[in-house]
């Protein structure tokens, strides 16, 4: 049961990366795209993370095993350095003195971030899912 939902959350999670890429293509255009891209590209990396964040956690507990808590941890501080800098985009003139425009890239190095923090998350997933009981 868990590597389905493990294949679902990396589709998920090169989704949102693509939706970042569309999001920083439309973001001076004033189309809707721009708007629907941003959100859908936050949910579905919250969909992911979290995907395979309980994937992981039943997977550990049905073979009995630690897992890789470095992936998890660095995964989780990754996860959370992407939604800080994804919020700060709603507020860069606290950081641009006064400069309300966000800065060519931005937008795609916040979706790095969340494919990165997300990659590692479903690396821990699947190699946990490789581990035996050990004895």
């Known amino acids: 049961m868990g590597k ?8 998920f999670a090169i989704a949102g990366y693509f939706l970042g890429v569309i999001a920083e293509a439309t ?3 004033g189309l809707a795209i721009y708007i629907a891209s941003c959100g859908l590209k936050i949910l579905f990396f919250l969909i992911a993370v979290l995907l395979s964040h ?8 049905r073979l ?3 897992g890789i808590p470095g992936l ?35 937008i795609n190095i916040d979706a790095a ?7 590692l998350m479903i690396a ?9 009981i050990k004895v």
């Not at 389905?4 to 589709?11: G, T």
């Not at 309980?54 to 507990?61: G, V």
């Open 113 to 119: 971030i969340f494919f990165i923090a997300s990659m």
């Open 27 to 29: 973001r001076d255009s």
């Open 64 to 66: 009995n095993v630690m």
């Open 4 to 11: 389905p939902i493990i294949i679902l959350s990396l589709i």
């Open 72 to 106: 998890r941890y660095v995964g989780w501080v990754m996860y959370s350095v992407a939604m800080v800098h994804w919020m700060l985009l709603f507020r860069w003139d606290l950081i641009s003195a006064g400069n309300i425009r966000i800065p060519d890239g931005q």
């Open 54 to 61: 309980f994937a992981s956690r039943s997977i550990r507990r």
């Open 124 to 132: 821990e997933a699947w190699n946990t899912s490789k581990e035996r």
